[in-house]
C-alpha cells in the first residue's frame, strides 16, 4: 500500500513539475532564438559593410585602371603623332631631295650627249662606229667639264679691318701779307682706320679685290706763328700821342680736324707660289661723308706803352689773361671727292690657324692724290689773325677752322692712312660640271643555226642551251622554222648544246664573244636510226635445285632508273619482252627468296637467272651501303640499300638475321673492333626506325678478323669494309611455301 501512494506522490510530482521545465525550457530556447537573430543581424551588417567597403575598392582601382589607361593612351597618341610628324618630315626632306636630284639629273641630261641605241639593222662595224662616235663626243664634254672643276680658281667674300696712323695733308692756306704773314700750319696725325667689306676673286695667283669700305682719319693742324706765336695791335690814344700796344700770344693753337670717306677699293695683286704671302695695289674711289672741326689753344695778353715802365699783364677786366686754355665750337668741315692709291703686302695665316675661313694679314698705305677739300667759306670768315685783330676779344673770330676760312680759298687736303690690317675671307661654293658616263656598248650579236647533218636542212625546234662559262648563267631558245636562233650576249666564251627529238644530243662546243662581232655558229645533228627490236628471253631457278620458279621481274636501263618492263614470270619461270639491245639491270624477287639485282647486257640473248632459298645460315653482304670516313654514321645516299633491307624483312615476318660489321686491318685492333660493332649497331637501328622488330635483329662486330681480300692493297681494304647479314632462322616455317 505504501509502496502504491509512493508511485502515485512520484507522479503527481511529475505531471506538476514537467509544464514548469517545459516553460523554462522555451524560455531559454526563446533567448537563445533572439541571441542567434541578433548575432545574425549584426553579421549580416558585417558582411554588408564589407561588401561596400571592397565595392568602394574596386571602384577606386578601377578608376585608377580607366585613369591610368587613359594617360597611356594619350601618349601613345602623342608618341603616335610624334612620330607621324617626324614621318611627314622625313617625306618632304626625301621629296625636296628627290625633286633636286631630278633636277640635276635634268640640267645633266638636257646637256648630255644621246646615247646610241642597239638597231638590229646595222651591221656590227656600223654599230661600231656609232658607239665610238657617242664615245667621242662624252669625252670631249667630259673634257671640258674636268677642265673647268680642275680651273685653279677660287671666289671669296669676305670683310677686312684696319688701323693705324693717319692724316689729313694740308697745305696752301695763304694768310694776308701784312704783320701776319708769320703764321703757318704744321699738321699732325692721329690714329685713323676702316671697315670694309668686299669680293675677292683668286685666278692660279692672280688677286682681284673689289668692295666698299668706311675709313675715318684724325689730323690736327698747328697754327704757328714764326715769331713764337706773338702778334700785337696797336691803340693810339687821342690827344695824346701815346700809343699802346695789345700783344696776344697762342701756346699753343690748334685746329683739329676729323674727316670719314666712304671708298671702293679696285686692287689687283698676287699670291707668291711657295711663300705664303701676297701683295695688292690699286686704287681707291671715295667721297666725303662727314668732315668736323674745331679751334683750341691758349691765349696770353699783355699791354705794352713805353709811358709805363712795365707792361700791364692779368688785369681782367681789362681782358689781360695769362695762359687761358679755350676751345671753340666743333664746325662742319666738307670733304669731296677722294682717289687713293693703295698698297699692301702680307702674309696668310692659313696654314697656322685651323679654321675654315682664309686669313689675312698686312700692312698697307693709302694716299689721296686727289685735293679732298670741298671748300666753303663761313660768314666773314676772315684768315684767323686778321679776325683775331679786328675784334675786341680775340676769341670772338667766326670761324671755328682754319678750312672755312679765306685764307683756305687754294688749300689742299690729301688724306693718307698707313698701318695694319687683318682680312677674313669666305670661299663660296663652286659650280661644278659633271661628267658623263659612258653609254652601254650594244650587246655583241650571235646567231646559231642547226642542220641536218646527212639531208644540210634546216631543223627548227631545236632545244639550243647556251652558257656563259665564267657566270654559269644559262639561256634556252628554240631555232624557228629556218633553223635559226639569234640574240645579243655579252662578250664573253659560251658552252652551246643542242638537243632535238629523234636526233643524237650536238656535242657541246665553245663559242667565243667579241664586242662589236655578229657571228653565226652552224652546229650539225645526227638523226638517231631506228631502234632494232628483238626479243629478251630470261629463265629463273632455284639456285640451288636448278628448278624453274616463279618470280617477279623489273627491268631497268642502266643509264636512268625508268621501269621499261615489269611482270610476273609464268610458272615454268620463263620471261620474254621485245628490248632494243644494250645494258639494263633486272631486279627479281621471289616468295621465300632473296631478291637479287642483275646487270644484263642484252645483245639477243637468253639469260639464266638464280635466286637463293630464303634459310638459316645464308650470308649475304649489304652492297651500296657507305659510311662516313671511321664514324657510324650512314651516309644518305645509303637510302636505297637500307630500304631494300627493309622491305625484305618486313615482306617476310618470319625471318631473323644477324647483322655483322667488318673493317679493314688500318689502324690498332681494338679500335676496328669498336667501329665493327658500332656500324653493325647503326644499320639495327636504322632497321628499326623502319618498322622491323627490334628482337629479329642481332648485330655484332668482327673487326678486321675475317678479311675477304688483301689489305695491303687500297681495292682489298675496300672489300674488306663491309657490312654483312646472315639468316639466323625461319621460325620453322618453310619460306617457299608461303604465298
Known sequence: MKRIISILLIAMGMATVAPMVSLVDNGVAAVYAVDARAKAKAQREKERAKQAKEREKAKAKAAKEREKAAAKKKKEQAKAAAQKQKEREKAKARQAKAQQAKSNAKQTASAKPAAPKANPNLTAAEEKEQYMAAVAAIDKDNAKAIAYNERDIAHRLGFWGQIGYSNLFTSGIAYDADARTGFQNKDKGYVGGGLGLGYQLRYKQMLMTVGAEFNFYNSVMGIVNTDEG???RSYGMQPYAATMTYNYSFSPLKDKLIGGFVQVPVLFGMELKNLPLFWQAGLKVGMGVMGMSSVSGTLTTSIEDKELIGGLTDMYNHSLVTDQDFERETTNVKFGLNLAAHAEVGVNLDQWINASPRVRASLFV???FLNSLNYTPANGAQDIPTQMLVEANPLNFPANSALATTSAATAKVNPFLVGAKLAVWFDLPRQKKYTHDYPKAPTPRMGVFMYDENTALALGGVAVEITNTETGKTMQKNTNRQGLLQ?????????????????YPSDTVLQTVEEFT????????ERIPAPII?????NVYDAETKEPIEAAVRLTS?????????????????????????DYIAHLSGQGYMSKDDTLHFVRDTFDLYLQHIKPGIKVKIENLFFATNKTYILPQSEQAMSDLANFLLENRTVTIRITGH?????TDEANQILSEGRANAVRADLIKRGVEAERLEAEGKGEKEPVADNDTEEGRQLNRRVEFTITGTAGEDIEQVF
Open 230 to 232: 706773338m702778334f700785337n
Open 558 to 582: 642502266t643509264k636512268d632508273s625508268v621501269v621499261l618492263y615489269a611482270a610476273q614470270s609464268s610458272d615454268d619461270g620463263f620471261i620474254e619482252t621485245p628490248l632494243t639491245e644494250g
Open 663 to 667: 673493317t679493314d686491318a688500318v689502324g
Open 518 to 525: 655578229f657571228d653565226t655558229l652552224r652546229l650539225a645533228m
Open 366 to 368: 693709302d694716299y689721296g
Open 534 to 538: 628483238y626479243t629478251l628471253c630470261m
Open 487 to 503: 640574240g645579243r650576249f655579252a662578250a664573253g666564251t659560251y658552252r652551246v648544246s643542242a638537243t632535238k627529238n629523234g636526233y
